[in-house]
């Protein structure tokens, strides 16, 4: 594993505002990181200051080992940038647009030809590539922008808000689509606020708020400290003192009573065959047992409970 | 910025110039001024090639009076040239760098590995390249116009001067380019970077010519007991009108069309003795009499330009 990116108290300040507040980020090369938090907690402020587009206050960013301010076009030349609301230029082609920011990159035109031909054909745009951009609907412009990225052969692609905007399936079809280059091993850095469609995509998040990062780390870890268990398993049942029948069950942490004959049940594993077999064992009637991975909103609402948030989903 | 940068911030700059000169022969808008500039050089230099086939029978300029001859009510090429170019400078130039903050393409554009500078500077080019294809293309359609109506070829000088023209005339434009871009870094909204621009196109062609007398009457009053103030008067009028753009335009224009100007300012008789009054001034006298002209409308376009460069470097591209 190589460090990629690399950012070491990094802060942003407009005026006396914060907009990033002392963050420390490393993302390994061939993964998909996360950044992820509500409206204005500095998530493309990070992003803007990791391609060299804003200058920060203080700290230092390392990106493929080299300095974005000192070396920027070095570094733009390896990266792809999806911004948050793309645009492009309405009255030239998806194919007009793509070969302009190619030969902008540095491509030739017979390499950069042979490239955007097989970039439109991976987003699946390759009907439309001669048609005026002006025409396009959010999600296509969105695929046409994750094209650009794959024309430049990218070696570190960062998408801010990929998915926002797009209906579920298009926003599925998306994230297929960013999961397979990342099997190719391109690395990304997406920023979200839509916590629950992220985690099933991202193999670290880092959870923003306010400017900093609260919680860095995988999902399933980050569920399980601050959750305590991964696994909720709810249980109906009649006729059995859970608290007596769970008592010693391994990997069980937490037993919580909901509205009528419901109970939580936190566990760091599945023990859904375990706590059915004693129920019964025991002589109760289970009406029915159900498991509910933990998302990330509930990490984040737990992590920062107590404090005013306001969590975008 | 940081003070030692990597590879030449003039990487893209061709591409960028290219695309943007691209965009502008393909828009509506251009094609519209540029019709506009089109009805208005012909009508005006027909009109004058009927004076001048009235009138004058032996003048040694007969081609450059194309350009200045004046025909009721139709005024001269010049005069609509000085009016006219600037407007289409400013339909160039208006939206330059907001409308690609308002598209949303500046940031995607930004990330491929070009320098601000060459995205600026691609587009004034890309501008100017315009500005030259349709001024060159209309030089030579009014002095095509003229050898085919005239029935003769125009001399060597009166090409020369005629180059010059263009020359001064693609300066001009330049000016009012670079001002259009200012504006357009400068304020967010495209609309009302225009306004601005055709602003200061009124203040400066219309306004400026009633204003700078107004001006200089309050600053330099005459004392009517002292001869000298009438004449230091004049001077501070002429300082203040050399301020607008059209004004150095006008003497410059003045200067090279009109061979026989022997001074843009005042003159005064013992200056001219020796002189033999309306004899034509060799072209080489001509182009250092309007060289401080133009020295100011490049200046003019220099700093213009570095307002617009400045502003653009210390801008946020989030979007
Ligand atoms: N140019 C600026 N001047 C002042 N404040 C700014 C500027 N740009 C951003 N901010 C502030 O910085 C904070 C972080 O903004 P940022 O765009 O990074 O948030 P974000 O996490 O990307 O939010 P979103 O989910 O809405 O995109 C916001 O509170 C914003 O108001
Ligand atoms: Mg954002």
């Given at each position: 594993m190589t460090t990629v990116i690399e950012a070491r108290g990094l802060i942003k300040r407009y005026g006396h505002f914060a907009a990033v507040d002392g963050i420390d980020l490393t993302v390994e090369k061939g993964e998909v990181f996360g950044l992820?938090?509500?409206?204005?907690?500095?998530?493309?402020?990070?992003?803007?200051?990791?391609?060299?587009?804003?200058?920060?206050?203080?700290?230092?960013?390392?990106?493929?080992?080299?300095?974005?301010?000192?070396?920027?076009?070095?570094?733009?030349?390896?990266?792809?940038?999806?911004?948050?609301?793309?645009?492009?230029?309405?009255?030239?082609?998806?194919?007009?647009?793509?070969?302009?920011?190619?030969?902008?990159?540095?491509?030739?035109?017979?390499?950069?030809?042979?490239?955007?031909?097989?970039?439109?054909?991976?987003?699946?745009?390759?009907?439309?590539?001669?048609?005026?951009?002006?025409?396009?609907?959010?999600?296509?412009?969105?695929?046409?922008?994750?094209?650009?990225?794959?024309?430049?052969?990218?070696?570190?692609?960062?998408?801010?808000?990929?998915?926002?905007?797009?209906?579920?399936?298009?926003?599925?079809?998306?994230?297929?689509?960013?999961?397979?280059?990342?099997?190719?091993?391109?690395?990304?850095?997406?920023?979200?606020?839509?916590?629950?469609?992220?985690?099933?995509?991202?193999?670290?998040?880092?959870?923003?708020?306010?400017?900093?990062?609260?919680?860095?780390?995988?999902?399933?870890?980050?569920?399980?400290?601050?959750?305590?268990?991964?696994?909720?398993?709810?249980?109906?049942?009649?006729?059995?003192?859970?608290?007596?029948?769970?008592?010693?069950?391994?990997?069980?942490?937490?037993?919580?009573?909901?509205?009528?004959?419901?109970?939580?049940?936190?566990?760091?594993?599945?023990?859904?065959?375990?706590?059915?077999?004693?129920?019964?064992g025991a002589g109760g009637a289970l009406h029915s047992i159900t498991m509910r991975q933990a998302t990330l909103d509930e990490v984040y609402v737990r992590f920062f409970e107590g404090e005013n948030h306001d969590v975008a989903a | 910025m940081?003070?030692?940068?990597?590879?030449?911030?003039?990487?893209?700059?061709?591409?960028?110039?290219?695309?943007?000169?691209?965009?502008?022969?393909?828009?509506?808008?251009?094609?519209?001024?540029?019709?506009?500039?089109?009805?208005?050089?012909?009508?005006?230099?027909?009109?004058?090639?009927?004076?001048?086939?009235?009138?004058?029978?032996?003048?040694?300029f007969l081609f450059l009076r194309l350009f200045t001859t004046a025909q009721q009510p139709l005024p001269s090429f010049v005069f609509f040239l000085g009016f006219l170019v600037p407007l289409v400078a400013i339909a160039l130039g208006f939206d330059a760098i907001n409308g690609e903050y308002n598209r949303r393409t500046l940031s995607r554009v930004l990330s491929q590995p070009i320098y601000r500078d060459a995205l600026l500077t691609g587009k004034f080019l890309g501008g100017l390249l315009v500005i030259a294809i349709c001024l060159l293309a209309l030089w030579l359609l009014v002095t095509g116009l003229g050898m085919l109506l005239l029935g003769l070829p125009p001399s060597g000088e009166e090409i020369a001067r005629g180059l010059a023209f263009l020359f001064a005339s693609f300066v001009y434009a330049g000016v009012w380019l670079a001002v259009a871009l200012a504006f357009s870094t400068i304020v967010k909204s495209p609309a009302t970077s225009a306004l601005c621009a055709l602003t200061a196109w009124l203040l400066f062609t219309v306004f400026w010519p009633m204003l700078a007398p107004l001006i200089a009457g309050a600053v330099a009053p005459i004392d009517p007991l002292d001869p000298m103030t009438a004449v230091h008067q004049i001077h501070v009028q002429q300082a203040i009108a050399r301020i607008s753009p059209n004004t150095l335009y006008g003497e410059t224009t003045l200067a090279l069309l009109n061979p026989a100007t022997r001074s843009l300012g005042l003159l005064f008789a013992d200056q001219l003795s020796g002189a033999l009054m309306g004899a034509p001034l060799p072209f080489s006298l001509s182009v250092v009499l309007i060289w401080p002209q133009l020295a100011g409308m490049i200046a003019a376009l220099l700093v213009l330009f570095t307002i617009a460069y400045v502003s653009f470097q210390r801008q946020e591209i989030r979007a």
């Open positions: 992820l938090g509500p409206n204005g907690s500095g998530k493309t402020t990070t992003i803007l200051l990791l391609l060299g587009l804003t200058e920060p206050t203080a700290g230092s960013i390392s990106v493929l080992g080299l300095d974005p301010l000192r070396r920027p076009l070095a570094v733009k030349r390896r990266i792809g940038y999806l911004p948050d609301q793309i645009g492009f230029y309405d009255h030239l082609t998806a194919w007009e647009n793509l070969a302009y920011t190619a030969r902008l990159a540095g491509l030739i035109s017979k390499e950069a030809d042979g490239r955007i031909t097989g970039a439109l054909g991976r987003v699946r745009l390759e009907e439309v590539a001669n048609r005026r951009v002006a025409t396009f609907s959010r999600g296509m412009r969105q695929r046409l922008g994750l094209a650009e990225v794959l024309v430049k052969k990218a070696e570190i692609a960062i998408l801010d808000e990929p998915t926002s905007g797009l209906d579920p399936q298009s926003a599925q079809e998306l994230l297929d689509l960013i999961r397979e280059l990342a099997g190719e091993g391109v690395t990304f850095v997406l920023s979200s606020h839509q916590l629950a469609m992220m985690q099933t995509i991202c193999g670290r998040v880092g959870l923003f708020r306010r400017g900093q990062v609260g919680l860095v780390g995988r999902v399933e870890d980050l569920t399980a400290n601050v959750l305590g268990g991964t696994f909720r398993i709810e249980v109906e049942t009649e006729n059995a003192d859970l608290v007596k029948v769970l008592a010693g069950v391994r990997h069980v942490s937490g037993l919580t009573p909901l509205q009528g004959r419901r109970w939580r049940i936190d566990a760091d594993a599945d023990v859904r065959a375990d706590v059915a077999h004693r129920i019964v | 940081t003070s030692r940068r990597e590879g030449s911030p003039f990487a893209g700059l061709s591409t960028i110039a290219l695309k943007e000169a691209a965009d502008h022969m393909n828009s509506i808008r251009i094609h519209l001024v540029m019709v506009l500039v089109l009805l208005t050089a012909i009508g005006s230099v027909y009109a004058a090639i009927g004076q001048i086939k009235a009138t004058v029978g032996e003048d040694q």
